[in-house]
């Protein structure tokens, strides 16, 4: 049985009070949702103190964007699985197209986040997908395939959540049709050896469409960025029909 993630990627938005007043509106609607959806929060590193001590004890969990290979040392800007763990995160992502595309992440930098997180019991969502160009060239399952190949080499797929994110899709309203989505979501299936990894699909997820996403055989949930920054909205998506 695979497990339904609907996760809330705040990239660089909200402070620590903006996350405590989000908080504050969001929580109340989870009495509606189903118990075996998990709901995740990826907040900025700031916030996720002070939102580990609110969620004490609910049904969602909290992630990071970003994890370093290395349990210490002079990495500046980075952060380590031991200072996530200990404050309660228990997902992260990795290899996000925005890392990749302006923060020179590799498939070889991802991998060693994969394998760290991984080391200190944190459940990585690798994030996968294709430019508005690799899909105009037909390129798509090509990329795909290379990215898993070299992304998950001695990645445990018992303890793995996949994103497919078509990077076009990303914060453009520009929705991948959900049937494509579930071709290319099942295309990734077949290249797991572990056909029970939850695949979740990102880019321009909304209130609006969130139903017809979720129809979808393949797709076990949900990878949101701007949808997700609003209470009300991100009830709605993690409430879906
Ligand atoms: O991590 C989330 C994705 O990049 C999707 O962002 P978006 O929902 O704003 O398109």
């Known amino acids: 049985m695979r497990k339904i993630v609907i996760a809330g ?23 509606e949702t189903p118990s075996e959806r998990e709901v995740v929060l990826c907040p900025p590193f700031t916030d996720l103190s002070v939102m580990s001590k609110y969620l004490h004890g609910s049904l969602i969990q909290l992630g ?4 370093h290979w290395e349990e210490n040392g002079a990495y500046t800007g980075e952060i380590a699985a031991p200072m996530l763990t200990e404050i309660g995160v228990r997902y992260v992502i990795v290899g996000h197209s925005e890392r990749r595309q302006y923060f020179g992440e590799t498939d070889a930098t991802v991998n060693l986040r994969l394998k760290a997180a991984q080391k200190h019991g944190l459940i990585p969502i690798l ?3 294709e430019t508005k160009q690799q899909r105009d060239a037909g390129e798509t399952e090509k990329l795909i395939t290379t990215q898993l ?8 797929q018992n303890n793995l959540v996949i ?6 899709a990303i914060g453009t309203g520009d929705t991948c049709e959900s049937k494509e989505a579930n071709r290319v979501i099942g295309l990734i299936r077949s290249q797991l050896t572990n056909p029970n990894v939850s695949i979740q699909y990102g880019g321009s997820v909304k209130p609006n469409n969130i139903d017809e996403i979720m129809a979808q055989p ?3 949930g949900a990878l949101v960025g701007g949808a997700s920054l609003e209470a009300d909205s991100f009830a709605r998506i993690v409430n879906y029909q």
Not at 9 to 31: A, I, Q
């Open 149 to 156: 190949e070299k992304d998950l080499v001695d990645v445990d």
């Open 64 to 67: 990071a964007q970003n994890v």
């Open 9 to 31: 990627n705040w990239k660089m938005f909200k402070t620590r009070s903006e996350s405590e007043d989000f908080l504050r509106g969001f929580l109340p609607h989870l009495e």
């Open 127 to 129: 994030c996968v997908g």
């Open 218 to 220: 393949e797709i076990d």
């Open 163 to 168: 994103a497919y994110e078509p990077i076009w």
